[in-house]
Each structure stands twice: as C-alpha cells, then as structure tokens.
C-alpha cells in the first residue's frame, strides 16, 4: 500500500446508543483496519434511523479526512435494519461485487450469511461498505474484500492504472 488509507466507522445499533451493550463489532472492525495499516479516525455509535444514518454518511463523505467508511449493523431483516436502505440513498455509484464477495465467502462460513443487505459504493469519491453487525460477521465479511479496497479508492481517486 504507497500509503496509510484512512477509515471512519459507523456502527449502528439502537442498543448500544443507548447504551444498553457495549460496542464490539466496531472495535473488532478497527483492529482489522488496523493490522493491515489502515489509519481509523473514528469510530461512531448511531441508532439505527435512517435520517441519521444518511446524514452522518453524507456529512462524512463531504469531508476530507477519511478514504473509507464501515458500517457495522442494520443490515439484516429485522424491522429496524435500515442500513442498507439509507446507504443506497446517498450513494453516487454501487460497487455490488464487494457486497456480492462478502456474502459469497460469509455463506461458506454460515449459511446466515445470505441473509445479510449490505451494500457497497461511493459518494464524493470515498468508499462506503456495509459491514453486519455482528463481530464475526463484520470481520469475516471485511476480510474477504480487504485486498481489494486501496485499489477501490485508488479508481475512485482517478487513478485507472491496473496491475492485472
């Protein structure tokens, strides 16, 4: 990697912004960022309303801090799993084959792993994946596209050069 990629998290979860369980998946997502020399800004708690979900996206896409943003939650089927949703609405272009990828590897772990909504995409020239909101699910699911995200950025930077 030429150089450190930045990264800001956003775990969504009613529980834990009411501080009803402690954030796990967001750390677990951090300390995998971090092995593979990631910088980690931030890491957000919000409740899973989609009107915060989607400001907070654009608000942190807009500014110049990060590369990346991680999601960790609100992906499932539950009622209160909008994540996905408020994504898509903010996103300028999908990248479904990194969401397609996750859930490809996750189902060879657990078959609960095709129930999982993330998505995956840009806005203003920052990558934004939808992580579960489970630790497993959150790290196995980064891991698999984890090779392919300082390319990802580079193309959503302007730099088409391909190595393969």
């Known amino acids: ?3 450190h990629l930045r990264a ?6 009613d529980r834990a912004a009411r501080g009803e369980r402690a954030d796990r998946s967001g750390s677990a997502v951090r300390q995998v960022l971090e092995r593979a020399g ?3 800004a931030a890491v957000e708690i919000l409740p899973d309303e989609p009107d915060q979900i989607r ?3 654009v608000r942190v896409t807009e500014a110049d801090d990060c590369d990346a943003v991680f999601t960790s939650g609100g992906t499932g089927l539950g009622p209160r799993d909008v994540t996905p949703e408020a994504t898509r609405a ?4 999908e990248a479904p084959g990194l969401a397609e990828l996750m859930r490809a590897e996750g189902v060879k772990k657990t078959r609960l792993a095709a129930l999982s909504r993330g998505i995956c995409g840009a806005r203003k020239g ?5 992580l579960p909101g489970s630790v497993r699910g959150a790290t196995e699911s980064l891991e698999s596209i984890l ?3 300082p390319h990802a950025i580079e193309l ?3 730099k088409t050069e391909h190595t393969e």
């Not at 903010?90 to 272009?93: D, N, V």
């Open 147 to 149: 090779d392919l995200l």
């Open 55 to 57: 400001l907070r996206l």
């Open 1 to 3: 990697m030429p150089r």
């Open 8 to 13: 800001k998290i956003l775990v969504l979860s």
């Open 156 to 158: 959503l930077k302007g």
């Open 38 to 40: 990631w910088n980690v």
């Open 126 to 130: 920052k990558l934004i994946v939808n």
């Open 90 to 93: 903010i996103l300028e272009k």
